[in-house]
């Protein structure tokens, strides 16, 4: 097993926020000729679930889901993904299709326990999906949250705007607003400080800007390849599919061989685990409880 140190968080988390994460661990694994740095709350000996977060994120897309995790008995592990956070881009690696190879490589290493469940938000919906194609043997249960690349597109939807070519941070963070309201949150008061400082942080480090894959129907293709039970949960109001979550829903029970079930967040968008956490987190727990019929040893 790779050797880790304690985690620091980052400064601008609530004081509570950072107490309750204090206990966390901080891994190393290879990417590329650069590391693939993993977050690990939890009993080593706990059975595993691994987030992994969505696109211009890292492991701060989770902040407000970790701790319900490890207090109830997981092994609570969150790579920052190559190219994003602290972890190394590797040259040529351009895309979603471009990361599983690196997270196959780490994971054995941090020796998780029992069956492992994969949980992947938006973009890291898509590389989970991916993962578990080429290395079925990774996990034994994947879980979508607000997946795109399943082919079906909204017109209509408020489109994104650049803000790279702006020096003045005022303006920058008037884009950054706009972004979190057009596609990340349902509810103007959701953007709060926190949901601001950590978006802040994450797209400043994303090293991958060109990436195209999750308007292609990448994850409906590869749904039929998965061998394991697959469930998926989504905000209501998800912008990525306004108006057409019922097709989406029927596409992925239509796609997927071994699919456990959708489950609806009400009143809460696309990073539904941010905005709804006192309403996701149970919906989560219970389905990386029945999916497999196990419960952690500390819930017996």
Same mark, same amino acid.
């Given at each position: ?22 206990? #966390? ?19 080593? +000996? ?12 890292? !492991? ?23 190219? %994003? ?8 690696? +351009? ?35 991916? !993962? ?23 017109? &209509? ?5 650049? !803000? ?24 103007? &008061? ?43 949960? %989504? ?11 019922? &097709? ?12 456990? #079930? ?12 941010? &905005?709804?956490?006192?309403? %996701? ?20």
């Amino acid at each position: 097993m790779s050797s880790f140190s304690p985690l620091v968080c980052p400064e601008f988390l609530p004081p509570a926020l950072s107490q309750a994460l204090a206990d #966390g661990r901080r891994w190393h694994t290879p990417c590329g000729d650069g590391p693939l740095v993993w977050h690990d709350w939890g009993d080593l +000996s706990h059975p595993a679930v691994v987030l992994l977060h969505g696109g211009s994120g890292s !492991w701060t897309h989770w902040l407000n889901n970790i701790a319900p995790l490890r207090d109830a008995g997981w092994r609570v592990l969150v790579p920052d993904l190559p190219g %994003f956070g602290d972890s190394h881009l590797p040259e040529g690696c +351009s895309d979603t299709h471009d990361l599983p190879q690196y997270l196959h490589q780490g994971l054995p290493l941090l020796a998780p326990q029992g069956p492992v469940r994969l949980v992947g938000f938006s973009f890291g919906g898509m590389t989970a999906a991916l !993962w578990l194609k080429d290395h079925p043997q990774d996990a034994q249960q994947l879980v979508l949250v607000g997946a795109p690349g399943m082919g079906i597109k909204v017109p &209509e939807r408020v489109p994104l705007k650049g !803000w790279r070519h702006l020096l003045d941070a005022a303006q920058r963070d008037a884009i950054h607003r706009h972004n979190l309201l057009a596609l990340m949150l349902q509810h103007p &008061e959701s953007l709060n400080p926190l949901a601001m400082d950590l978006h802040r942080a994450n797209v400043e480090r994303d090293r991958m800007p060109r990436r195209r894959l999750s308007g292609t129907p990448i994850v409906a293709d590869t749904l039929p390849h998965l061998q394991v039970p697959v469930s998926a949960i %989504f905000g209501e109001n998800d912008a990525l599919y306004a108006g057409r979550m019922d &097709e989406v829903q029927a596409l992925m029970t239509q796609l997927t061989p071994d699919w456990r #079930g959708w489950h609806t967040v009400p009143n809460a968008g696309h990073w539904v685990q941010f &905005e709804a956490a006192q309403a %996701f987190d149970p919906v989560l727990r219970q389905v990386l409880h029945e999916d497999l019929n196990f419960v952690p040893a500390s819930l017996l």
